[in-house]
């Protein structure tokens, strides 16, 4: 594995740590500035300000969370790249540890950008496989 698929598979890891972990104001080592992103619901969306408030507008409301990515497949072509990740993601209720959880799984399609920075995502696609568990654990698409 070359020292450019190590840091954007790096990427992908440290994405998953720092939305597990509710370190918004770190998502910048991750995604570009500028990027665009279609999350699954409503429209295109861009700039890292919005994909922030996206991400905390459903994750904050939540407990813990996990994030797992993997099947990674990953296409390099010098300064970009795509990848796709299969994700599956575990979402408990604030203070209910031992209560219902909402599972998650879908996929993360991404393209990167070598920024002098580093890897940067510059766009996202997620889709939604299933949705099991709990849907009152994450608030409602209309209100994203």
Excluded: N
Aim: hydrophobic share 40%; glycine share 12%; proline share 2%.
């Amino acid at each position: 594995m070359s020292s450019d698929e190590q840091a954007i598979m790096h990427g992908l890891g440290h994405f998953a740590r720092l939305i597990d972990g509710k370190l918004w104001d770190r998502i910048g080592e991750v995604f570009a500035a500028d990027v665009s992103f279609h999350y699954g619901i409503g429209a295109d969306q861009h700039g890292i300000e919005r994909l922030r408030a996206l991400f905390q507008h459903f994750l904050d409301r939540c407990g813990g969370t996990q994030h797992l990515l993997g099947s990674v497949i990953l296409d390099l072509d010098g300064d970009q790249a795509i990848s796709r990740a299969y994700v599956q993601a575990r979402h408990q209720r604030r203070d209910d540890l031992g209560g219902p959880v909402l599972d998650t799984s879908g996929e993360y399609i991404d393209r990167w950008e070598r920024r002098p920075e580093g890897w940067r995502i510059i766009r996202r696609d997620a889709k939604w496989f299933t949705f099991s568990g709990d849907l009152s654990i994450l608030p409602s698409v209309v209100d994203a």
